[in-house]
């Protein structure tokens, strides 16, 4: 029976200090803040998608990979991974380049699937993707925006 107590008291505690292993923190904040062409090849469009990453904690965030899912039109358009790794320190932001592919196909689908005053520039988008942080450090991410695909314009 002791040894019964004894052993319920130790596994009380072990589940206790682990939870201090898997502290809560505030989620990071990521945003698109661009996307310029790449080099492509014959049935795809290429795209580097820039990532502004922004750690509110008081803990850098150590990652290992991105993945992204580029959804317009409530169907994938691009996807993309990269095994860039590094960190992001405590109270701090970078911004995080992604190469994505566009397949020809993919360009027909949401093409055939606007109306005929509709194009790509402007329609609403959801951006979905994870960075990598090993076991329990991954993070998952949503944005959400309207894309623009015009050239930038200088002023003067």
């Not at 596994?11 to 292993?21: A, K, Q, R």
């Not at 590094?86 to 970078?94: D, L, Y």
Request: aromatic residues 6%; contains cysteine.
């Amino acid at each position: 029976m002791r040894r019964i107590i004894g052993l319920s008291v130790l596994l009380m505690f072990m589940s206790l200090s682990s939870c201090t292993l898997f502290q809560r923190h505030d989620p990071l904040n990521i945003n698109v803040v661009g996307i310029e062409p790449l080099p492509s090849q014959e049935l795809e469009m290429r795209f580097a998608v820039k990532l502004r990453l922004q750690n509110p904690n008081d803990i850098g965030i150590d990652y290992n990979g991105v993945a992204l899912d580029l959804e317009v039109n409530g169907h994938t358009l691009a996807s993309g991974v990269s095994d860039q790794t590094g960190s992001i320190p405590r109270f701090s932001e970078q911004v995080l380049s992604v190469p994505v592919s566009i397949s020809a196909f993919s360009v027909l689908r949401q093409t055939l699937g606007l109306s005929q005053t509709q194009s790509l520039d402007n329609l609403p988008y959801v951006l979905k993707g994870k960075l990598a942080g090993g076991l329990f450090g991954t993070v998952r991410f949503v944005d959400r925006g309207t894309l623009d695909l015009r050239a930038p314009t200088t002023t003067w």
